[in-house]
């Protein structure tokens, strides 16, 4: 499973998830995840059809799209839902 995480300086959910991720990812090390700004990144607003920020988009072992969640996240759902789905 991989997540696509993309946010801005500007938004501050964004900002408040940054903390969140990083506890998560090294809590399981095991979960690869990429972050993209849009201000440096437009064309990928379109491309992944983005509504709202932050954006997180799950993709399983053959980068397909199977969940997508948006805004501030608590961690522990974040964390269960990865962990259910590791096998994605």
Same mark, same amino acid.
């Given at each position: %499973?991989?997540?696509?995480?993309? /946010? =801005?300086?500007?938004?501050? /959910?964004?900002?408040? %998830?940054?903390?969140?991720?990083?506890? !998560?990812? &090294?809590?399981?090390?095991?979960?690869?995840t990429e972050y993209h700004?849009?201000? &440096?990144?437009?064309?990928?607003?379109?491309?992944?059809?983005?509504?709202?920020?932050? =954006?997180? !988009?799950?993709?399983?072992?053959?980068?397909?799209?199977?969940?997508? %969640?948006? /805004?501030? !996240?608590?961690?522990?759902?974040? &964390?269960?839902?990865?962990?259910?789905?590791?096998?994605?």
């Amino acid at each position: %499973m991989k997540v696509l995480k993309f /946010g =801005a300086v500007w938004c501050l /959910g964004c900002l408040l %998830m940054r903390p969140r991720w990083l506890e !998560i990812e &090294k809590e399981l090390p095991w979960l690869v995840t990429e972050y993209h700004d849009v201000d &440096k990144e437009p064309e990928l607003e379109s491309k992944y059809r983005l509504t709202d920020y932050p =954006a997180f !988009i799950f993709l399983d072992k053959n980068d397909r799209e199977f969940q997508r %969640m948006y /805004g501030e !996240i608590d961690k522990k759902v974040l &964390k269960e839902f990865c962990e259910k789905n590791r096998n994605q």
